[in-house]
């Protein structure tokens, strides 16, 4: 029997990379269930159970009136919504019909069970349903970031409301699944919420942090030299919540047999009981993270960055630098070059999450967690020491929270929603090493998945017969024998910034041209259809050459999120809109809105890429 396998894959390159990568290891045919052919010549998949007895994806009698019937079943459920999230792929029969019977719904596919969906690759030949302009999505397997493929587009374009229709077979196999997915949606809207919300608040100070920190980079280490340097090495990660002001006495204690890495705010709790540690990781960029690092000895210890970290903290910093590339900076990587040997880690809003990928690539198969807390236990917000915000905001922050969430201790603390984020994040980033042993010695705070507990004292006894690691060890051994990026780097960095000015002078004059064509438009419609189309035409062809410029993805779009949130969400509403005069007028009110935004940051990234420059050319990097 033919196998479209090949075929499709090609196609989901095409349109869902990021799903394409993920199943470049799948263990070719040996998980792939068996098909048979029905008498009406459909296909189904045959499910073997513990039992021994077999279950099958759809009826073996009737199929055609069971579609038609579970089609029929859903009518008025999907009348009142603009987009599906289609629960379980199959062999794509449902999603077929879907498509056929409501051309104007924008769809969200996720399956499940990676083995259903490569045995589906190889079975059907999905060519023009992957390729279908209203499937905006396609997520496959049980992980969160496997979920978020189709949550956070159904966030971006439909504002997280949606059908939820879910194929039949799929709730009868494992209904566990189904719910736990049911479950994780609002959370993963939340946690999209958040992360759109942090990113509206900082998109200035994060663009302008990772254009001066271009020339930062260029005279820091990176941090590929430091890949398994430290495999015989414990790390500790300290962050700043109320327990670590239990542990601190031991945590002084366990610095001279671990590397200790200070995660953002908690340099502040260290310093403040005199314990410097041994690097620091920072990754705010905003003005607030500038408190934390006021005192001079701060300025003394290596720290590890990201390029959308505050750029005046790593001009000051006195010791090494040592920059890391994060999966939300397409900037540093654009201007900078990628080298498939260095890293790229995931940002996911929090710090501590950078501080285990980091003490990961260093090679710790041990990381502790203090002061990890993820929650206000005993309604305290911060440690002892911390000071980067006021009184007032902690106090605030703390009366804000209305979530509760299991403690170390068995009862429960009271959470604000992005705290929850966090700690789902950080669940998340411990599931990507299995093979390291990860260690939560918060006495009050927060329970986290994937850990063991166990008391700060007792892992003391453990590490003391450990190596002994002096203060400026890290420094010494590790620091002297990295590498920077080089000359050839520099050359292209300098380059790519050469380009910027006629790239934005050049996207400045086609959208003048597009605001020509859109003041035209209600006249035309009334007076001239055929010329309205015409020039829409002209619109449409301008709008393509703007997004499609890899300048524009760079530099306008992590300007402009919610700006192109609004426009992207109500793009159906101009593709569908049938009516000339309509048509005109959501032309003039959503592209307008976002032609006019985006001809008004042009300025504004002329001004950043004069000062990179400057900073590029004059050494001006701390």
């Given at each position: 029997m033919?196998?479209?396998?090949?075929?499709?894959?090609?196609?989901?390159?095409?349109?869902?990379?990021?799903t394409?990568?993920m199943?470049?290891?799948?263990?070719?045919?040996?998980?792939?269930?068996?098909?048979?052919?029905?008498?009406?010549?459909?296909?189904?998949?045959?499910?073997?159970?513990?039992?021994?007895?077999?279950?099958?994806?759809?009826?073996?009698?009737?199929?055609?009136?069971?579609?038609?019937?579970?089609?029929q079943?859903?009518?008025e459920?999907?009348?009142?919504?603009?987009?599906?999230?289609?629960?379980?792929?199959g062999?794509?029969?449902?999603?077929?019909?879907?498509?056929?019977?409501?051309?104007?719904?924008?769809?969200?596919?996720?399956?499940?069970?990676?083995?259903?969906?490569?045995?589906?690759?190889?079975?059907?030949?999905?060519?023009?349903?992957?390729?279908h302009?209203?499937?905006?999505?396609?997520?496959?397997?049980q992980?969160?970031?496997?979920?978020?493929?189709?949550i956070?587009?159904?966030?971006n374009?439909?504002?997280?409301?949606?059908?939820?229709?879910?194929?039949?077979?799929?709730?009868?196999?494992?209904?566990?699944?189904?719910?736990?997915?049911?479950?994780?949606?609002?959370?993963?809207?939340?946690?999209?919420?958040?992360?759109?919300?942090?990113?509206?608040?900082?998109?200035?100070?994060?663009?302008?942090?990772?254009?001066?920190?271009?020339?930062?980079?260029?005279?820091?280490?990176?941090?590929?030299g430091?890949?398994?340097?430290?495999?015989?090495i414990p790390?500790?990660?300290?962050?700043?919540?109320?327990?670590?002001?239990?542990?601190?006495?031991?945590?002084?204690?366990?610095?001279?047999?671990?590397?200790?890495?200070?995660?953002?705010?908690?340099?502040?709790?260290?310093?403040?009981?005199?314990?410097?540690?041994?690097?620091?990781?920072?990754?705010?960029?905003?003005?607030?993270?500038?408190?934390?690092?006021?005192?001079?000895?701060?300025?003394?210890?290596?720290?590890?960055?990201?390029?959308?970290?505050?750029?005046?903290?790593?001009?000051?910093?006195?010791?090494?630098?040592i920059?890391?590339?994060?999966?939300?900076?397409?900037?540093?990587?654009?201007?900078?070059?990628?080298?498939?040997?260095?890293?790229?880690?995931?940002?996911?809003?929090?710090?501590?999450?950078?501080?285990?990928?980091?003490a990961?690539?260093?090679g710790?198969?041990?990381?502790?967690?203090a002061?990890?807390?993820?929650?206000?236990?005993?309604?305290?917000?911060y440690?002892?020491?911390?000071?980067?915000?006021?009184?007032?905001?902690r106090?605030?922050?703390?009366?804000?929270?209305?979530?509760?969430?299991?403690?170390?201790?068995?009862?429960?603390?009271?959470?604000?929603?992005?705290?929850?984020?966090?700690?789902?994040?950080?669940?998340?980033?411990?599931?990507?090493?299995?093979?390291?042993?990860f260690?939560?010695?918060?006495?009050?705070?927060?329970?986290?998945?994937?850990?063991?507990?166990?008391?700060?004292?007792?892992?003391?006894?453990?590490?003391?017969?450990?190596?002994?690691?002096?203060?400026?060890?890290?420094?010494?051994?590790?620091?002297?024998?990295?590498?920077?990026?080089?000359?050839?780097?520099?050359?292209?960095?300098?380059?790519k910034?050469?380009?910027?000015?006629?790239?934005?002078?050049?996207?400045?004059?086609?959208?003048?041209?597009?605001?020509?064509?859109?003041?035209?438009?209600?006249?035309?419609?009334?007076?001239?259809?055929?010329?309205?189309?015409?020039?829409?035409?002209?619109?449409?062809?301008?709008?393509?050459?703007?997004?499609?410029?890899?300048?524009?993805?760079?530099?306008?779009?992590?300007?402009?999120?919610?700006?192109?949130?609004?426009?992207?969400?109500?793009?159906?509403?101009?593709?569908?809109?049938?009516?000339?005069?309509?048509?005109?007028?959501?032309?003039?009110?959503?592209?307008?809105?976002?032609?006019?935004?985006?001809?008004?940051?042009?300025?504004?990234?002329?001004?950043?890429?004069?000062?990179?420059?400057?900073?590029?050319?004059?050494?001006?990097?701390?």
């Amino acid at each position: 029997m033919m196998s479209y396998a090949a075929q499709n894959m090609h196609y989901l390159k095409e349109k869902y990379n990021h799903t394409y990568n993920m199943l470049q290891n799948y263990p070719n045919n040996d998980r792939l269930y068996q098909q048979i052919i029905m008498q009406d010549g459909l296909k189904n998949i045959i499910f073997p159970t513990s039992t021994g007895t077999e279950l099958y994806l759809y009826e073996r009698q009737n199929t055609v009136l069971s579609l038609a019937l579970w089609m029929q079943s859903i009518a008025e459920m999907l009348s009142k919504y603009d987009h599906i999230l289609l629960y379980g792929l199959g062999l794509g029969y449902h999603l077929k019909l879907l498509l056929e019977h409501y051309p104007n719904k924008w769809i969200y596919v996720y399956e499940p069970d990676a083995d259903m969906f490569m045995t589906a690759l190889a079975t059907e030949d999905f060519s023009s349903l992957l390729s279908h302009p209203n499937v905006k999505a396609v997520g496959v397997g049980q992980t969160i970031e496997e979920k978020r493929q189709v949550i956070y587009p159904i966030c971006n374009l439909a504002q997280g409301s949606c059908a939820f229709i879910t194929i039949p077979f799929y709730e009868q196999r494992n209904p566990e699944e189904l719910n736990r997915f049911r479950e994780e949606f609002p959370v993963t809207v939340s946690e999209y919420n958040v992360n759109q919300s942090t990113l509206i608040r900082f998109k200035d100070d994060w663009m302008h942090n990772r254009l001066n920190h271009l020339a930062t980079n260029l005279n820091s280490y990176s941090i590929t030299g430091f890949k398994d340097r430290l495999a015989e090495i414990p790390a500790l990660i300290v962050g700043s919540g109320p327990s670590l002001q239990q542990d601190i006495e031991t945590v002084r204690k366990l610095k001279s047999h671990c590397l200790v890495i200070a995660a953002g705010s908690s340099l502040q709790a260290l310093l403040h009981h005199e314990i410097t540690p041994h690097i620091v990781v920072v990754v705010d960029g905003g003005p607030v993270v500038e408190n934390i690092f006021q005192a001079s000895e701060s300025l003394q210890i290596p720290i590890v960055y990201t390029s959308t970290s505050n750029y005046k903290v790593t001009d000051k910093t006195q010791a090494s630098r040592i920059h890391v590339f994060d999966d939300t900076d397409r900037v540093t990587c654009y201007f900078m070059g990628e080298d498939e040997r260095e890293p790229v880690f995931r940002s996911l809003a929090s710090v501590s999450g950078m501080a285990v990928q980091v003490a990961a690539y260093l090679g710790c198969t041990t990381i502790a967690l203090a002061g990890q807390d993820f929650s206000f236990p005993e309604d305290r917000h911060y440690a002892e020491g911390v000071a980067h915000i006021g009184e007032q905001q902690r106090q605030a922050t703390v009366q804000s929270a209305d979530i509760y969430v299991d403690n170390v201790k068995g009862g429960q603390n009271r959470i604000t929603l992005p705290y929850k984020v966090l700690q789902r994040n950080m669940e998340e980033v411990i599931s990507w090493y299995p093979n390291i042993h990860f260690i939560n010695t918060s006495k009050i705070g927060a329970s986290i998945a994937g850990t063991e507990w166990l008391a700060a004292e007792q892992l003391y006894e453990q590490w003391q017969q450990g190596s002994v690691v002096q203060q400026d060890w890290f420094e010494k051994e590790i620091v002297h024998n990295a590498a920077g990026y080089g000359s050839e780097r520099m050359e292209h960095t300098t380059a790519k910034l050469a380009s910027v000015p006629g790239k934005l002078e050049r996207i400045q004059q086609t959208l003048r041209g597009i605001i020509r064509q859109l003041s035209r438009l209600a006249e035309l419609s009334r007076k001239n259809p055929q010329k309205c189309l015409n020039s829409m035409r002209v619109i449409e062809r301008d709008w393509s050459s703007i997004v499609d410029e890899e300048v524009f993805n760079i530099l306008f779009e992590p300007l402009l999120p919610a700006e192109l949130q609004f426009f992207d969400s109500h793009l159906s509403l101009i593709i569908e809109e049938q009516n000339i005069i309509k048509k005109a007028k959501y032309f003039e009110t959503y592209l307008g809105k976002i032609v006019q935004e985006i001809s008004k940051t042009v300025p504004k990234l002329e001004g950043l890429y004069r000062e990179a420059k400057e900073r590029i050319n004059g050494g001006n990097s701390g």
